[in-house]
């Protein structure tokens, strides 16, 4: 499976207390998001749909809709869609993250 590194840029929001979301809303399988790391650790949210994370070459394993999967800090990770109409939500503790790339909304 192929992982497209070009998807739609997602919506951003500082939610409350600190935390700062991002939701990703991937419309085909067999599309993704590159393979990354942070500063920081954060969770993702399968909102719905199912993902495949890999971290590094290795597949971590499967997500559906409701799983919540934990990124510790600096860890690579990627995320291939396996089904159509996914979205994900990226949870951050907005002082650890980039100040700069942080956006109160934007869709």
């Known amino acids: 499976m192929d992982v497209v590194t070009t998807v739609a840029q997602p919506s951003k929001m ?6 700062f979301c991002k939701v990703w809303t991937i419309s085909r399988a067999g599309m993704g998001l590159e393979q990354h790391a942070h500063d920081w650790p954060h969770i993702t ?3 719905s749909g199912s993902v495949r994370v890999t971290r590094g070459t290795d597949i971590v ?7 919540t999967i934990k990124i510790p800090a600096y860890q690579d990770h990627a995320f291939v869609t396996l089904t159509d109409d996914v979205q994900l939500a990226c949870v951050h503790a907005v002082n ?9 909304r934007e869709d």
Do not use: F, H, N
């Open 14 to 19: 500082t939610i409350y207390a600190g935390i």
């Open 45 to 47: 949210i399968v909102i």
């Open 61 to 67: 394993r499967d997500y559906i809709a409701g799983d």
């Open 96 to 104: 650890r993250a980039d100040p700069d790339a942080l956006i109160e």
